[in-house]
């Protein structure tokens, strides 16, 4: 997968996971207040590899790494899970 | 006692000491308010910062302040789009509500730091929840854009992969 496409798929869920975040701040609250959220998508596999990738790099920065996994349903809902180095 | 010595106190004191006096008690006793309030909002006052990694060399962060009691956000702190370049984040763009209004700064290039700063086509009514979804669905919608106008500005055009 190139960068482009990586890039504007990670935009699309983005989107969505944020206003998901917003709009659920009892989950908001959940995670820590500097989070890394790598976002994991429910149907790309190809895409969640590239970004399983992303998280090394993210560890060794420092960051507070949360994988957050897009669940298949009707409805916008996550999954967090966060990642120690 | 006490009364007395007050009222020593006042006699010996001139009518415009004592006016400053009073006005010096008085201002005094409006900073340490002013300053119990502030202790108090910052108790209240949580600073969020999310950062979504797009690629190795692109990224997104929101910080927001929301307050606590409320779950309302009460300022949009910083919304930008970062790319990695020539060893190091450097943020192309970026939203804020700092002067209670949400405008962008654009950075010129990759030598000149000056921003260009806008509050043109930005939505100027509406809370600051709305305002934070706005800036990212902008970013989302103009990334490509802001990225290829940032690296025709540096010169790097032709660089990325």
Not at chain 2, 56 to 61: A, H, L, P, V, W
Not at chain 2, 145 to 157: E, H, P, T, V, W
Request: proline share 2%.
């Amino acid at each position: 997968m190139d960068k482009k496409t990586q890039a504007e798929k990670n935009l699309q869920l983005m989107e969505k996971l944020t206003k998901f975040l917003l709009s659920h701040p009892e989950i908001d609250k959940q995670l820590p207040v500097d989070a890394s959220l790598v976002i994991l998508s429910a149907e790309d596999k190809t895409l969640n590899e590239v970004n399983d990738k992303l998280i090394p790099g993210l560890l060794e920065e420092g960051k507070h790494v949360v994988k957050a996994q897009e669940i298949k349903s009707d409805t916008n809902k996550w999954e967090f899970s966060p990642i120690s180095a | 006692m006490r009364s007395r010595k007050f009222f020593l106190v006042s006699v010996i004191l001139s009518n415009s000491t004592y006016d400053i006096l009073l006005s010096c008690m008085e201002k005094r006793k409006k900073r340490n308010y002013k300053a119990k309030q502030q202790k108090k909002i910052a108790q209240t006052i949580l600073t969020v910062s999310r950062e979504i990694p797009l690629t190795e060399t692109d990224r997104i962060t929101y910080v927001y302040a929301r307050d606590k009691t409320e779950d309302a956000i009460r300022e949009i702190i910083n919304v930008s789009y970062d790319a990695w370049i020539e060893k190091s984040w450097l943020t192309i763009l970026r939203y804020d509500s700092t002067h209670g209004y949400l405008h962008q700064h654009t950075r010129f290039s990759l030598t000149q730091e000056k921003e260009f700063i806008s509050k043109e086509h930005i939505p100027q009514e509406g809370s600051h929840q709305e305002w934070l979804t706005w800036a990212i669905g902008d970013i989302k919608t103009n990334f490509l854009a802001y990225r290829q106008a940032f690296f025709n500005r540096s010169d790097l055009y032709g660089t990325e992969e």
